[in-house]
């Protein structure tokens, strides 16, 4: 199994910037399309940006230029450098991975797995 934990959510002004960790542990052997999606209120949870282990890059067009995800293989983790914060940011903010773990002798092939979230509220 894989746990993922988030960091880094906070309350800040419009225009401020905030940094995301998002560390994985368990039996990971390999994780392939990192990233996060963000929710807020009343609203489906959105794709903000994923990253490949091929370093294929995909943001939300509502976040290209503002926002940068990039990851770290070595230490299983994801991270989200947040700049020019609006208002409409406000959410919170779920960590996802797509992965292959190793435990019991086996190889298990492309799951999906989710942090518990953190509050991302930018105020204007």
């Known amino acids: 199994q894989v746990q993922l934990v988030e960091s880094g959510g906070g309350l800040v002004q419009a225009g401020g910037s905030l940094r995301l960790s998002c560390a994985g542990s368990?039996?990971?052997?390999?994780?392939?399309?990192i990233g996060w999606y963000r929710q807020a209120p009343g609203k489906e949870r959105e794709l903000v940006a994923t990253i490949t282990n091929g370093d294929s890059i995909n943001y939300a067009d509502s976040v290209k230029g503002r926002f940068t995800v990039s990851r770290d293989d070595a230490k299983n983790t994801v991270y989200l450098q947040m700049n020019s914060l609006k208002p409409e940011d406000t959410a919170v903010y779920y960590c996802?991975?797509?992965?292959?773990?190793?435990?019991?002798?086996?190889?298990?092939?492309?799951?999906?797995?989710w942090g518990q979230g953190t509050q991302v509220t930018v105020s204007s």
């Open positions: 368990g039996n990971i052997f390999r994780l392939n399309a």
């Open positions: 996802h991975a797509n992965g292959d773990t190793f435990y019991g002798g086996s190889y298990y092939y492309g799951g999906d797995y």
